[in-house]
């Protein structure tokens, strides 16, 4: 059910950007609303359907996922001097959204499985049906432009027009054009506003500031698409991504599997298990500060050389059968997780 669910979640993505590209954020929300929406039911009626319905049910439920969380990218233009903060947050609420069905577990333990599965998932619902509702009255139905896009709609917007030669009357030319200028300069200003400083040229300067300190800006620039996919940096991570999601996914799946074989124990695997279902909502929540100072202060090199560097001992504590190493294990790859979706993406 995991497997099936986090592959479809993956192959989706694409399909997902284009959606996004073309009909915007509303559009991509409101099928994930609906998406979740179809999951939750088959959920709840799982048991009086004539065929197993958790396997459809927990994939539509996945499959809701991409098509909120990566819409909801855009909304880190929405302020631009916070947007490494708000990446973060997202990034953070995508890793804390597990505490939910930690909490409904404890609920159902805690109450010997009176409060059903059945009951959970009709209670759930008010989630795709509040994403729905704010897609509809609040959220806008484009993306929110980035601040180039924004500077270069403004530069572009022309003082003269062609038009103006059919003016007789100078004075006329002369305070229509002065509008123009003026709502130019207007613009400018409320992006200088948004950069949250009035001095444009500082504002420039930290950005060159960040791509000096990346160390890689601007190595494919110039290239098509093709070019780009044909060098080492697009194989080499996208060998590397497709091995850390296997191993995290993998990790995630079977925990409790790994350490009943590692310790012979399954009360102890259970045991480390119920500490890995809270320090994963804990983790990308404690992550969000360290990994936005973290990204904007330190090259590209350093950061991809951090991952590779933690993804190895998370390998070499998973394979230690100590009590002390499975828990450096945990904590490591819950921090581990959020840091390396944000800085793949």
């Known amino acids: 059910m995991f497997t099936i669910a986090a592959v479809s979640t993956n192959v989706v993505a694409l399909p997902v950007g284009t959606i996004l590209d073309r009909f915007g954020p509303r559009v991509c929300g409101i099928t994930g609303a609906i998406s979740i929406t179809i999951g939750a039911l088959l959920f709840a009626f799982a048991k009086e359907l004539p065929l197993d319905g958790y396997i459809p049910g927990y994939l539509f439920m996945a499959l809701g996922g991409p098509f909120i969380f990566i819409s909801s990218f855009q909304l880190s233009n929405t302020f631009p001097q916070y947007s490494g903060l708000i990446l973060a947050l997202l990034t953070g609420a995508f890793d804390t959204s597990s505490a939910i069905f930690l909490m409904y577990r404890l609920i159902y333990q805690g109450t010997d499985g009176n409060f059903s599965i059945k009951k959970f998932f009709l ?23 980035t601040v180039g896009e924004l500077v270069t709609s403004a530069e572009e917007e022309q003082v003269i027009h062609d038009s103006d030669d059919e003016i007789e009357d100078a004075a006329t030319v002369r305070s229509i054009q002065d509008a123009r200028r003026a709502h130019r300069e207007s613009i400018v200003s409320e992006i200088t506003s948004l950069l949250g400083t009035k001095d444009g040229k500082k504002q420039a300067q930290e950005e060159d500031k960040k791509k000096n300190i990346s160390g890689v800006w601007g190595a494919l620039h110039g290239r098509t698409a093709s070019q780009q996919i044909r060098t080492p940096w697009f194989i080499l991570i996208t060998l590397f991504t497709v091995l850390q999601m296997t191993r995290i996914n993998y990790f995630v799946a079977t925990i409790r599997t790994q350490y009943t074989y590692l310790f012979h124990d399954y009360n102890k695997a259970v045991e480390i298990n119920n500490f890995f279902d809270v320090a994963l909502p804990v983790g990308g929540v404690l992550s969000v500060p360290f990994i936005g ?13 951090l991952l590779v560097t933690v993804a190895t001992t998370i390998g070499v504590l998973g394979v230690i059968p100590e009590t002390w190493a499975a828990y450096a294990n945990i904590i490591l790859f819950v921090l581990y997780r959020p840091l390396y979706y944000t800085a793949v993406s």
């Open 123 to 145: 209670i759930y619902l008010i989630v795709p049906a509040f994403i729905l509702a704010v897609q509809v009255l609040f959220m806008p139905s484009v993306s929110y432009k």
């Open 293 to 305: 100072l973290l990204l904007d202060n330190t090259s590209t090199t350093f950061t991809l050389s």
